[in-house]
């Protein structure tokens, strides 16, 4: 089963426009991770969040971490037309850092 | 310093028959985990290897098996497939804390 769940599970935006998802998970977690995969193909890595903290930036990616709330979101600003994909957030527990548990994952689809 | 590689890409089989995709991890990372996404099921961890020993196993059957060799690469098998094992199989390469994933394997069983 899975760990978490992803809001909203489909997203349509304009080029320019800011993108925001968020997920949920149901047991206490060392690492959140976000990826991006496109078309079925491979998972890439976009952003570790540690347990112990609360916001994380990358390039046009910002993380929040709400561990009394267990549920993370992930901003992408400006978006552009190569951000669509789905993301998935992923979890791991201490002791445990090579086993993740997925989300269902957000679809996004930036128009041009 | 190279990605992760799988090798097939595609493989078509059919039922009852098995299968054996292979992973070949980022240098110098030890551990090699394998996930199973289905559209149904979404994507699902099946076991991870670090140093030959398999550490992790999901909730997965028997039908489905790894091991890992001393250079690192790894390979998992399915036996005697059935439909639902048609689905992408990744490969993870872990290192500190991240896990970098390969392109994937698409099965389809017929």
């Known amino acids: 089963s899975q760990q978490g769940e992803e809001d909203p599970q489909a997203l349509s935006i304009q080029e320019g426009e800011n993108a925001t998802m968020n997920c949920s998970y149901k047991t206490s977690i060392n690492n959140l991770q976000w990826y991006r995969q496109n078309s079925g193909r491979g998972l890439v890595h976009l952003i570790l969040i540690r347990s112990n903290e609360r916001e994380k930036h990358s390039g046009r990616l910002r993380v929040t971490l709400d561990t009394s709330k267990k549920s993370s979101s992930l901003l992408i600003t400006a978006s552009r037309a190569a951000d669509t994909a789905s993301y998935f957030c992923?979890?791991?527990?201490?002791?445990?850092?090579?086993?993740?548990?997925f989300g269902a994952g957000t679809t996004v689809t930036v128009r041009a | 310093k190279a990605g992760v590689t799988q090798t097939p890409r595609y493989l078509i089989k059919t039922r009852g028959q098995q299968v054996t995709l292979s992973c070949s991890p980022i240098?110098?990372?030890?551990?090699v985990s394998w996930y199973q996404q289905t559209p149904g099921q979404g994507l699902q961890f099946l076991f991870e290897?670090?140093?030959?020993?398999?550490?992790n196993k999901g909730n997965f059957p028997g039908r489905f098996s790894g091991r890992q060799f001393s250079n690192s690469r790894s390979e998992m098998n399915v036996s005697t497939l059935e439909l639902g094992d048609s689905a992408l199989y990744l490969c993870?390469?872990?290192?500190?804390?991240?896990?970098?994933f390969g392109p994937g394997t698409r099965l389809t069983v017929l």
């Open positions: 993870a390469s872990g290192g500190t804390d991240t896990q970098y």
């Open positions: 992923a979890t791991d527990e201490w002791g445990n850092d090579y086993k993740l548990s």
């Open positions: 290897y670090f140093s030959e020993t398999q550490r």
């Open positions: 240098s110098g990372h030890r551990s």
